[in-house]
C-alpha cells in the first residue's frame, strides 16, 4: 500500500512528497502575466512573478496569459507548497503553457497581500 500512496503523491499535485497524504489548500488567486499570445516566454526565477505579477481585478483582456497561484500546506508535516500554473484562456478553455513549484518561501509575499 505504500508504494500506491508513494506513486500517487507524485502524480496529485496536491499532495504532500514527503507523508504522502492530501494537502490542504490554504490560498488561491489569479493573476495575469505582461505577455500576450506569441510572445510567452518561460521563468523558473521566482523574483520575475514577484516583480511581474498582477491580480486579476475583474475581467481577463484576450491573449493575455494568466497564472492560478495555489498554496498548499500539509497537516500532517507541515511542510509548504506554492504551484504556478500558467495558461491562457481561450474560448473558456485553458491552454497550458508551464507549471511551476516553489518549496522554499520564494513566493511568500503575494500571499501576505490583501
Given at each position: ?9 507524485v ?24 505577455m ?10 521566482p523574483?520575475y ?5 498582477r ?48 518549496t ?10 490583501p
Amino acid at each position: 500500500m505504500g508504494l500506491f500512496r508513494k506513486l500517487k503523491a507524485v502524480l496529485r499535485d496536491d499532495w504532500c512528497g514527503t507523508c504522502q497524504v492530501p494537502m490542504d489548500t490554504t490560498f488561491q488567486r489569479i493573476y495575469t502575466l505582461p505577455m500576450t499570445v506569441g510572445h510567452y516566454r518561460a521563468h523558473k526565477n521566482p523574483a520575475y512573478y514577484l516583480e511581474n505579477l498582477r491580480r486579476v481585478s475583474g475581467e481577463i483582456m484576450p491573449g493575455v496569459y494568466v497564472c492560478e497561484l495555489t498554496a498548499y500546506r500539509c497537516p500532517d508535516c507541515g511542510h509548504r507548497v506554492v504551484r504556478l500554473c500558467i495558461y491562457l484562456p481561450v474560448r473558456g478553455n485553458r491552454k497550458f503553457e508551464d507549471t511551476y513549484e516553489f518549496t522554499h518561501g520564494e513566493l511568500d509575499e503575494l500571499l501576505r497581500q490583501p
